[in-house]
Each structure stands twice: as structure tokens, then as C-alpha cells.
């Protein structure tokens, strides 16, 4: 599965919609057109998301995010949503937290008990369960946007040490590796791919437990359930850190399962590559709903080949960072 974007907004933008950047719009803004990093273009009113269209239908919907400074109202991303959380937590309730987390690596652990600066997954699950106990008893359609497989590259304690090659104290300045400032070792780079995999570790237990109680609450059988992403990572590919660059296969490659309802027939096996588009329109065929002809992702219950796109608005920090390689 391939994400057409990769990078958070347009990412989100084109899973809720199932449609390209370069059709809604919610892509990178460039200072020429009167816009500032870092920031994008809003997904725009006049887009259709899967929240708003299962909202028409009688879902009660919602969202609980953990990216909160870019999956969020800004730009656009709560269309459809009835409830909206989107948050820091408290121990990084300062100034542009995540901007300053960014700017400022090495600082950042002074700041806050906790080296990231966003609700972990047991938080965000914790949040999620509130709610779905709530309105378990109605049609519903949740989004959990969970963020801890990604920089600052920190697992909570224990899952910073389940893969090898942990180095205390190193904190990786991708800033200074994008502008040829410094380069890593092969222990380094060790040490960031560990802590990754730890962070996904992390999650993966999280989500067990969030689905555990979802069975216990007599929800998860009747419910269609998928697990993906907005982009992926690199951790050396190319010799790149992080994500919002190129469209190297690492950074938009994603993971997609989709778990159906009890009753509900599985789609047949699939000889081509899928997309995150693909996601709104499957969930809506799997419900016997109208997938809207805006739609330019195809059901995965019906075996349609087209082109894998994905596409990335170059801003002029790409520009400064990498000296034209990305330009």
C-alpha cells in the first residue's frame, strides 16, 4: 500500500477523501503565494470526507488525535467530525510545542517530563475507549490518529531498549543532517532504527490492548476496523532522516489492514498495489453505500488496476535544506 502523500496533512486529507493532493488541494503552500512553513493549504470546505458522508447517514463520528498541530482544524481535517479531540498534553503546554521540539532537539527533554511532545498511545487509546463506551450503543465511526512511531525517534522506557543499539544520550539533529551539517555513523543510524522499532513495538502492544477491550465491550465483531498510515520514514535510505521529502519508496510506503464485520464478505484476493484512497471507498462498498464518482480510489472489493501516484508540493525550506536535490 502506498500513501499519496508523505507527509501529514495532505496524507490525512487524501485518506478522509480518497483523492489525490492535486485534486483537494490540501498540499504544501508556497511563500510566494502568501503562506509560511509550516503550513499548508486547508482541505477545503467544499470537499467531501468519509466522516461527512457517514455523518449523512446516521453515524455518530468523532476523532482523537494525537498530532495535534497538524492533524487539526487549521487545516480543515474535522470536517464531518461531531467530536473533535485534538490536544497537547499538559507537560508540553508551551508556546508552539512542536515547532519548539523540532527547532530544538537537544532541548527539548529539559522542557517536559517525557521526550515527546504529543499524547502517547496509551493516553490516546485511553481517550478513545471514554468515548466509544459512550456511544457504543449507536452507529459510529472513529478516528484515532496515534503519532509515537516518529521523530523524536523516543519509545517510552523499556521500549527504548527492546531492539539493540540504543546510545544514551544521542539525539539525532536531522536539521543538521539535511544541510550537510553532520552525518551519523553506523552506530547511529543503529540507534535511530532501534528506537523506531521500539516506538512501533510500543504501539503494536497498545493497539492489542485497545482491540482486547473493544472484544470485551462486545464491539470489535461488528465492527470494520483498518490500521494504516499518512506516510512512512526514512532511517538512512538515501541518507535521509524523517519524512516531507521525496518520494522515495521508504517515506511512502504504508502498512494497510482492514479487518471486516462479522457477516460481512471478505473481497477477493488482490494481484495489484493499493493506495490509501482506496480506504473510503472500500469502508462505504462494505456498508452498501454510493461511493461518490469525486472518489479516485477504487473499492478493494472490486479488482480494479490503475497508476500508483503520489506527489509532494516543494516549498522553498526543501529548497534551502537540500540545495536544489529536491527542487
Known sequence: CYSPANWTPPGHASIFTGRYPVSHGAHKARLDQGSRYPTCFPLLEEEATIA??????GYVTAAVVANYGFV???????????Y?????????????????????????PLLSTDAVFYRRASETCRIALDWIRKHRDRPFFLFVNLMDPH??????????????????????????????????????WQHIRSQY??????????????????????????????????????????????HQIGLYEPVIRVP??????????????????????????????????DIPASIQGTSLLRNNDRPVIAQHYVDEHIQDWYGGRFS
Open 151 to 188: 521523530e523524536p525517534y523516543a519509545p517510552p522506557s523499556d521500549w527504548d531498549r527492546e531492539f539493540g543499539g540504543k546510545i544514551e544520550g544521542f539525539v539525532p539533529n536531522a536539521d543538521e543532517l539535511r544541510m550537510g551539517q553532520t552525518s551519523f555513523s553506523a552506530s547511529e
Open 52 to 57: 461527512e458522508m457517514l455523518s449523512d447517514t
Open 197 to 242: 522499532d521500539g516506538e512501533i513495538a510500543y504501539v503494536d502492544s497498545e493497539l492489542g490492548k485497545f482491540f482486547g477491550t473493544l472484544d470485551r465491550l462486545g464491539v470489535l465483531s461488528q465492527s470494520i476496523i483498518v490500521v494504516t498510515s499518512d506516510h512512512g520514514e526514512f532511517l538512512g535510505e538515501k541518507g535521509l532522516l524523517d
Open 256 to 289: 494497510l489492514i482492514i479487518k471486516v464485520a462479522e457477516g460481512m464478505g471478505l473481497p477477493p484476493a488482490l494481484e495489484r498495489e493499493t493506495q490509501t484512497i482506496d480506504i473510503a471507498p472500500t469502508v462505504l462498498d462494505l456498508l452498501g453505500l
Open 72 to 82: 487539526s482544524k487549521a487545516y480543515g481535517l474535522d470536517q464531518g467530525f461531531h
Open 84 to 108: 473533535w479531540f485534538a490536544s497537547p498534553p499538559a507537560r508540553t503546554r508551551f508556546t508552539l510545542a512542536s515547532i519548539t521540539m523540532k527547532a530544538l532537539p537537544r532541548v527539548a
